[in-house]
């Protein structure tokens, strides 16, 4: 791993590796557009890379992959692609990523370099950090509003917390899809 690319990502540095968890727990819409609980491992891959110049600004980051696997079965029923860059100069730490279900969000929010803990968000009506949805999900399922917390918890576990608000016609409150692991480094 480079230690001098290590040394530009601020806060996303703690986060370089591969990564697994065992017992995550998700919260989502059942076929019937009730809530179904779902158990879950997943492994995610953080690759550092950078800089990235546009014009005045430069951001280092991570390139990001994750696949989840309900508990007992072999296939994937989640997978994501992306990246989590670091702006120092404004503080920003911007997560960019898409669902092969047809959605793409890019979340971001301010966080000081030597954050252990932050939180970022994303809008459906944001210009900046945003959320766009194929016309099937804009229908059935929109998702108005993204939030994601992640805890370092020492220097080889972090916890996230996702809340993905979405919109369900026929329910008056928004359907919070919730999804939340605790994983462990496997190798830097």
Same mark, same amino acid.
Request: net charge negative.
């Given at each position: ?141 929109? #998702? ?19 809340? #993905? ?12 899809? #919730?999804?939340?692991? #605790? ?6």
């Amino acid at each position: 791993m480079d230690h001098g690319l290590i040394a530009h990502l601020g806060p996303l540095a703690a986060l370089a590796g591969i990564w697994e968890g065992e017992k995550g727990e998700d919260v989502a819409p059942s076929d019937d557009r009730g809530a179904e609980r779902n158990q879950f491992r997943e492994r995610m891959t953080f690759d550092p890379m950078g800089p990235v110049r546009n014009h005045e600004q430069t951001l280092y980051g991570l390139r990001y992959a994750t696949t989840v696997w309900r508990i007992g079965e072999a296939d994937p029923f989640h997978e994501e692609l992306g990246y989590w860059l670091w702006d120092a100069d404004a503080k920003q730490v911007l997560r960019c990523f898409i669902v092969p279900r047809g959605i793409t969000v890019i979340a971001g929010g301010t966080v000081e370099p030597s954050a252990q803990s932050f939180s970022l968000a994303a809008d459906v009506s944001s210009h900046t950090y945003g959320i766009c949805s194929n016309q099937f999900l804009d229908k059935a399922f929109k #998702t108005m509003r993204y939030e994601l917390t992640v805890t370092m918890l020492g220097g080889d576990r972090f916890r996230y917390e996702e809340d #993905t608000q979405l919109q369900i016609p026929g329910q008056a409150e928004l359907f919070h899809h #919730t999804d939340q692991n #605790t994983l462990s480094r496997v190798r830097s």
